[in-house]
């Protein structure tokens, strides 16, 4: 394995975890606000953190035909993606969540392949189900339905429009990341999806007053705004350097870390389940990143192409 492949496998993991962790910190701060809202303030903090890294590394100017494709997958992948993750997380449990966003990967296979920007090969479809089988083993204790409610399906179809407009960012970022230094794309994706924000969260009434979080509240959105800064940086690193089913699969880690916080903060029970569900995850990761003579993906520099 080359270098910059181990890279992007640690990248994907620091990614993962920073998922579930922030999936906590929201699901503990999200009553106290709404969903655009709290969007805004995540990515507000998570862009004020990229500026001083952005200023230390070598950039390379935009071509003025890529601003706006750049700031589109922002404002979906940071926006549009996290507000419709965030409205569903209000009205059912965060297992059922993250289950549901685990479609993540297959979504992403299935688009990669399809637009012949990927192989579709046994192994990494193998090692995709595998994560999915994980994330259900690992969150089966908080993956039941509480009814069929209005609010509770639009939860449910929310929660799965999130996972697809993730699983088409990734695939088309790829291009972009390969011309710009990922940290540079990070930081002007995320100042553009703040500015698509701000009509939502006025809808909102945020600017009408303060935001009256808890401390504690207001220490989740901070640390959030943290996972936002690291974790969507180590995202768009690794698709700069693996394949975006590949990247996609390691979001797995975010239910499991999740879970496994509860049983460290909370003193919730480790059960066999999650365990298994754990040893699932683990195993697709290194199912799917098997060395295979798969026929070549077509590299696409310029996604006109």
């Given at each position: 394995?080359?270098r910059?492949g181990g890279?992007?496998i ?6 993962g ?9 929201t699901?503990?701060?999200i ?9 805004l ?14 200023l230390?590394i ?10 706006l494709?750049?700031a589109l ?26 289950l549901l966003f685990?479609?993540?990967?297959v979504?992403t296979?299935?688009?990669a392949?399809?637009?012949r920007?990927?192989?579709?090969t ?20 908080d ?7 209005g ?25 972009y ?9 990070s ?5 553009a999806?703040?500015?698509?924000l701000?009509l939502?969260?006025?809808g909102?009434g ?9 401390p ?7 640390f959030?705004?943290?996972?936002s800064s690291?974790?969507y940086?180590?995202w768009?690193f690794?698709?700069k ?10 979001l797995?880690?975010?239910?499991v870390?999740?879970t496994?916080?509860g049983?460290?903060?909370?003193d919730?029970?480790l ?12 195993a ?7 060395p295979?003579k ?12």
């Open positions: 394995m080359s910059e890279l992007a640690i990248a994907g993991i620091v990614m975890v920073l998922v579930g962790a922030a999936m906590v910190a699901r503990y701060v009553g106290q606000s709404d969903p655009a809202s709290l969007a303030l995540r990515y507000s903090i998570g862009a004020v953190g990229l500026i001083l890294p952005v230390l070598r950039r390379v100017a935009f071509a003025r035909r890529d601003l494709p750049i997958l922002g404002i979906g992948q940071f926006g549009i993606l996290i507000a419709l993750l965030n409205y569903g997380l209000q009205f059912i449990g965060s297992g059922l969540g993250a685990a479609t993540f990967p979504m296979m299935v688009l392949a399809a637009l920007l990927e192989a579709l046994l192994l990494k479809s193998a090692g995709v189900l595998l994560t999915v089988i994980g994330v259900g083993l690992a969150v089966s204790d993956t039941v339905l509480p009814g069929f409610s609010d509770n399906l639009l939860a449910v179809v929310a929660i799965l429009a999130a996972a697809l407009t993730g699983a088409i960012c990734s695939v088309f970022y790829r291009p990341l390969q011309k710009y230094p990922p940290l540079q794309v930081l002007f994706a995320m100042f999806s703040v500015a698509f701000v939502p969260a006025a909102e945020f600017f009408v007053a303060l935001p009256s979080f808890t504690g509240g207001w220490a989740a959105v901070l959030i705004g943290f996972c690291l974790g940086y180590a768009l690794a698709l350097h693996a394949t975006p089913t590949r990247v996609a699969m390691f797995a880690l975010g239910p870390t999740a496994a916080l049983t460290a903060l909370l919730e029970p059960t066999l389940l999650f365990m298994a569900g754990l040893a699932a995850v683990i697709g990761l290194w199912v799917a990143h098997i295979t798969a026929f070549p993906t077509r590299k696409c520099s310029d996604p006109k192409k």
